[in-house]
């Protein structure tokens, strides 16, 4: 696993994510790869740099484990990139497993409280949900709002 996600090559980088959301659909092969924060920081580092196809297979790889909360803590670093892949207009699919992996880091207090500190990463999300914008499916920007919002009442003061 180490080898895999340390890979330059990106074939083998793209081959061996694939291959570890296959295992993860295996309950216990899941709950090991949930478990480990290292494997999360190489996830986040691949969310961060990699490729579109490469992002969007890690980003997958996140909400499909669901990693414990102080896992989705260290992760808080990659939350502008997968804005960034939200605002991609194609493919709908890296927008939607965006959204997914947002909400799911989202999920952890911290990483609320951080992503409304970011103003860039706000003003972006902001800006996605303006009906101008018809490259951008608005339910997943609508989507991240939510998960922002649902506990937190100054989240939802810097929206409006």
Do not use: W, Y
Request: aromatic fraction near 4%; proline fraction near 5%.
């Amino acid at each position: 696993m180490q080898i895999v996600l340390e890979s330059k090559n990106l074939d083998v980088l793209e081959h061996g994510l694939r291959a570890m959301q296959a295992l993860s659909t295996f309950l216990p092969a899941a709950r090991a790869m949930a478990c480990s924060s290292e494997f999360f920081v190489h996830i986040a580092e691949l969310i961060r740099t990699g490729n579109i196809q490469v992002q969007q297979t890690s980003a997958s790889l996140l909400t499909s484990l669901s990693p414990k909360e102080e896992i989705r803590r260290s992760m808080a670093e990659c939350m502008p990139s997968l804005i960034k892949m939200l605002e991609l207009p194609k493919p709908v699919s890296a927008q939607e497993i965006a959204a997914e992996a947002l909400a799911c880091l989202l999920s952890a207090r911290p990483n609320r409280i951080e992503f409304s500190r970011d103003l860039k990463s706000m003003t972006k999300l902001v800006q996605m949900l303006d009906p101008r914008r018809e490259e951008i499916c608005k339910k997943f920007p609508v989507s991240v709002v939510l998960a922002l919002a649902a506990r937190r009442q100054r989240c939802r003061k810097r929206l409006t």
